[in-house]
């Protein structure tokens, strides 16, 4: 049985970052470090007052120190971990511009102004909870003892119990409409035409390049003998079974 640092340790390089920096960021606002208020997403003082590290920060805040705080948490080193060693396994540069594609997209939606949010962190972990149902769609999924049912639901099922237990809905709608126009774009438009359109951008697969991190990539332009820059999301065309 390894331990906790030896599990940390082990954990893929994108999931991992993602996942300390949101508990760090919560940790720090518990302990009167932070003002949440400096981090959050005001597109008004993006732009005025040309505070641009709201586009960024405003992803690390999962909410304070709550059940809910640790179910999104456990999440990410469940679905998020998951998802980057199977689908994205040496794929570490696909997997980050997967995460920045989402962050894009949503924000994008929070300048709706029925969309707007201030925090984004909830919304990005769902985005994740969504992609990994449609990689893994017939994997069986026991929700508290309760019931079980197939990963391909389990979206729904947590927006259900959102609303069951009186928890906002707009952050689990707006991560599964940002993880389906990434699916869309990377899995079902090219299974009809045979295109991908969303390729990662040469700059990701030279920053995690330069970062040495995730290990040797199979797909990589900044390495010897790799020239494919495909960014396709492996995930399975899932038909549903009646």
Same mark, same amino acid.
């Given at each position: 049985m390894s331990s906790p640092g030896e599990y940390y340790n082990s954990l893929p390089p994108v999931s991992k970052a993602y996942?300390? &920096?949101c508990l760090l960021t919560t940790t720090a606002f518990h302990l009167g470090l932070l003002d949440i208020s400096f981090i959050a997403l005001y597109y008004p003082w993006v732009f005025y007052r040309f505070q641009v590290w709201r586009l960024f920060t405003n992803f690390f805040f999962l909410g304070?120190?709550?059940i809910?705080?640790? /179910?999104? &948490?456990l999440m990410i080193a469940r679905y998020g971990v998951q998802l980057e060693r199977s689908a994205f396994d040496k794929r570490t540069?696909?997997?980050?511009?997967?995460? /920045?594609?989402?962050a894009l997209s949503l924000l994008a939606l929070s300048a709706i102004p029925l969309l707007q949010s201030n925090f984004l962190g909830i919304s990005l972990v769902f985005m994740l909870l969504y992609l990994w149902s449609r990689e893994f769609p017939t994997a069986q999924i026991n929700i508290y003892g309760l019931v079980t049912l197939k990963a391909f639901y389990l979206p729904w099922a947590? &927006?259900? &119990?959102?609303?069951?237990?009186g928890s906002p809905i707009l952050p689990d709608l707006m991560g599964i409409?940002?993880?389906h126009l990434y699916y869309f774009l990377t899995v079902l438009y090219p299974l009809s035409t045979g295109r991908n359109i969303l390729k990662t951008p040469v700059w990701v697969h030279r920053l995690v390049a330069q970062w040495q991190v995730g290990g040797p990539q199979i797909n990589s332009p900044a390495q010897p003998g790799n020239s494919s820059s495909s960014?396709?999301?492996?995930?399975?065309?899932y038909r549903l079974n009646r």
């Open positions: 996942g300390t &920096l304070k120190f709550s809910n705080f640790g /179910i999104r &948490l540069a696909d997997y980050l511009w997967m995460m /920045i594609f989402g947590m &927006l259900a &119990l959102d609303v069951i237990f409409i940002a993880g960014g396709a999301f492996r995930g399975r065309s």
